[in-house]
């Protein structure tokens, strides 16, 4: 039995990934408390599902160090159990629950949102390293879809390598393991016959590709990535996210992703996500 259990900040867009598997046919349970996991998948696998994702309701410590437990155990089991954490900026967080007018989870008399936010992020961190993590803070909808339908296609075993684009100016994406600055390169953006293209435009690619500068930041991070990424395997991680980033997230950052990730996609399960683009 294929198994996705989704996890992360409450406001961070739970329900829209549960709906996502639910429409390609996944049996969906909504908000299950933590400590019923192991008698829901019983009886999935008893009953026969092949494919079920499960949104899980996650409030003490004591919960989320089971739950890591438990997922070891149903791999032993033969179960294909995956992970998927959202998580989201705090002052994206506050806007959405000020917009909705929704009580946070935590919320009591004494705590205020903000802190409720961070105290939710604090239980939950020790999930993240053993999830595949999507920072939907400056994702539409629409664009999470996506990016869920892609985790979705992942292979079942070994390391995935996420590479990401993204522009300094929105912010650092908060599922990024290593963080490569390209913003000291020329800018397309500058000119322009190339302002409206992206880093996947010949043009912009001829551009990238004739600068010395770039191509020795290039080689310099395709040759740290094939050194240390057998480390990472070594650890037994299954998601590495890899960002680059530059000013606006458009040019420089995307180009370097595209030809990393074909340079990686015969080593290893390469993903390929521009945040800016989406």
């Given at each position: 039995m294929?198994?996705?259990?989704?996890?992360?900040?409450?406001?961070?867009?739970?329900?829209?990934?549960?709906?996502?598997?639910?429409?390609?046919?996944?049996?969906?349970?909504?908000?299950?408390?933590?400590?019923?996991?192991?008698?829901a998948v019983?009886?999935?696998?008893?009953?026969?599902?092949?494919?079920?994702?499960?949104?899980?309701?996650?409030?003490?410590?004591?919960?989320?160090a089971e739950l890591l437990e438990r997922l070891a155990e149903f791999k032993r089991r033969g179960v294909d159990a995956r992970m998927l954490f959202l998580e989201t900026k705090a002052d994206t967080l506050i806007k959405r629950f000020s917009e909705t007018r929704r009580r946070h989870p935590l919320s009591d008399d004494t705590l205020t949102l903000p802190e409720c936010i961070?105290?939710?992020?604090?239980?939950?961190?020790?999930?993240?390293?053993?999830?595949?993590?999507?920072d939907t803070s400056d994702l539409s909808p629409s664009a999470l879809r996506s990016w869920v339908k892609d985790f979705m296609a992942?292979?079942?075993?070994?390391?995935?390598?996420?590479?990401?684009?993204?522009?300094?100016?929105?912010?650092?994406?908060?599922?990024?393991?290593?963080?490569?600055?390209?913003?000291?390169?020329?800018?397309p953006n500058y000119d322009p016959r190339l302002q409206p293209l992206t880093g996947r435009d010949a043009a912009v690619i001829e551009f990238m590709g004739a600068n010395p500068q770039a191509g020795r930041m290039l080689a310099d991070i395709r040759r740290f990535i094939d050194d240390w990424l057998p480390c990472f395997e070594r650890d037994n991680r299954s998601y590495l996210t890899i960002a680059i980033g530059c000013t606006g997230g458009r040019h420089r950052s995307v180009y370097f992703v595209e030809t990393?990730?074909?340079?990686?996609?015969?080593?290893?399960?390469?993903?390929?996500r521009h945040r800016e683009l989406s």
């Amino acid at each position: 039995m294929q198994l996705i259990l989704i996890t992360g900040l409450s406001g961070s867009g739970k329900s829209v990934a549960l709906h996502v598997l639910e429409d390609s046919g996944f049996y969906h349970i909504d908000n299950l408390p933590a400590r019923l996991l192991p008698d829901a998948v019983d009886f999935l696998v008893s009953a026969g599902h092949p494919r079920a994702a499960i949104s899980l309701e996650l409030r003490g410590g004591e919960a989320v160090a089971e739950l890591l437990e438990r997922l070891a155990e149903f791999k032993r089991r033969g179960v294909d159990a995956r992970m998927l954490f959202l998580e989201t900026k705090a002052d994206t967080l506050i806007k959405r629950f000020s917009e909705t007018r929704r009580r946070h989870p935590l919320s009591d008399d004494t705590l205020t949102l903000p802190e409720c936010i961070e105290r939710e992020r604090a239980l939950l961190s020790p999930l993240a390293d053993a999830a595949h993590r999507v920072d939907t803070s400056d994702l539409s909808p629409s664009a999470l879809r996506s990016w869920v339908k892609d985790f979705m296609a992942l292979p079942r075993t070994g390391l995935t390598t996420l590479f990401e684009s993204f522009g300094f100016k929105h912010g650092i994406p908060l599922d990024a393991d290593l963080v490569f600055d390209v913003r000291c390169l020329p800018n397309p953006n500058y000119d322009p016959r190339l302002q409206p293209l992206t880093g996947r435009d010949a043009a912009v690619i001829e551009f990238m590709g004739a600068n010395p500068q770039a191509g020795r930041m290039l080689a310099d991070i395709r040759r740290f990535i094939d050194d240390w990424l057998p480390c990472f395997e070594r650890d037994n991680r299954s998601y590495l996210t890899i960002a680059i980033g530059c000013t606006g997230g458009r040019h420089r950052s995307v180009y370097f992703v595209e030809t990393l990730a074909e340079h990686f996609k015969e080593k290893a399960r390469v993903l390929v996500r521009h945040r800016e683009l989406s």
